[in-house]
């Protein structure tokens, strides 16, 4: 059965700095990932995803995310935050199934 | 466009009652996914419709169910409630099925307590 772990429940970073947010997954098969962010009070909105080709993709709001095969794993990162970045992530996979959601990684960036 | 709209947006019940949640798919969207997100749990697939259709269904118990109507909105119910299903359940709509490959949006989802 697939699985998703983010390793860090929290990442604080101060504005400017850049972020890496952790995200390994389990799976037996071909597998599509996702990123999703979360404001407060808020539904989720895609970052980014992959399915196929390139294994750096490329997001919305400067983020983009590497898709390594033998390390399962699927690291966000975004090289200089801002204060509005601060939110609740969640990686996801999909094996041609519905979505398996991580725990989530709440990154506040700090002034 | 619209985004995917959910009522109400926040609930409070007592043990024992039922409560109907409804969601509104972007216009022309016809497949309805819902998931419950907890503290604990994190975010869980409950199931996903598209025509009408249920497609997929989590590991849920009998008491949460969901129907879709003709004009893509959805429903899910859930019966006779236990405190833990306070949850925030959210609403994800796409064109197709297929949820592996065609991009959900997230509705801003229903907050509810059960007391």
């Known amino acids: 059965a697939q699985s998703v772990t983010q390793l860090d429940s929290q990442v604080p970073v101060f504005e400017e700095a850049p972020v890496e947010l952790r995200c390994n997954y389990s799976?037996?098969?071909?597998?599509?990932l996702f990123w999703y962010v979360q404001y407060p009070n808020q539904g989720l909105q895609l970052l980014l995803k992959?399915?196929?080709?390139?294994?750096l993709v490329k997001g919305i709001n400067g983020f983009e995310a590497e898709f390594n095969k033998s390390q399962t794993s699927f690291h966000l990162r975004k090289p200089s935050v801002h204060i509005s970045d601060t939110a609740e992530y969640f990686c996801?996979?999909?094996?041609?199934?519905?979505?398996?959601f991580g725990k989530g990684t709440r990154l506040s960036v700090i002034a | 466009k619209a985004g995917v709209t959910q009522t109400p947006r926040y609930l409070i019940k007592t043990r024992g009652q039922q409560v109907t949640l409804s969601c509104s798919p972007i216009?022309?969207?016809?497949?309805v996914s819902w998931y419950q997100q907890t503290p604990g749990q994190g975010l869980q697939f409950l199931f996903e419709?598209?025509?009408?259709?249920?497609?997929n269904k989590g590991n849920f118990p009998g008491r949460f169910s969901g129907r879709q109507f003709s004009n893509s909105r959805s429903e899910m119910n859930v019966s006779t409630l236990e405190l833990g299903d306070s949850a925030l359940y959210l609403c994800?709509?796409?064109?197709?099925?297929?949820?592996?490959?065609?991009?959900?949006?997230f509705g801003p989802g229903t907050r509810l307590t059960v007391l």
């Open positions: 994800a709509s796409s064109l197709a099925s297929g949820i592996n490959t065609d991009t959900q949006y």
């Open positions: 799976s037996s098969v071909s597998v599509y």
């Open positions: 992959y399915l196929s080709g390139s294994t």
């Open positions: 996801a996979v999909s094996e041609n199934t519905p979505l398996v």
């Open positions: 216009s022309g969207h016809r497949s």
């Open positions: 419709y598209f025509s009408e259709t249920q497609r």
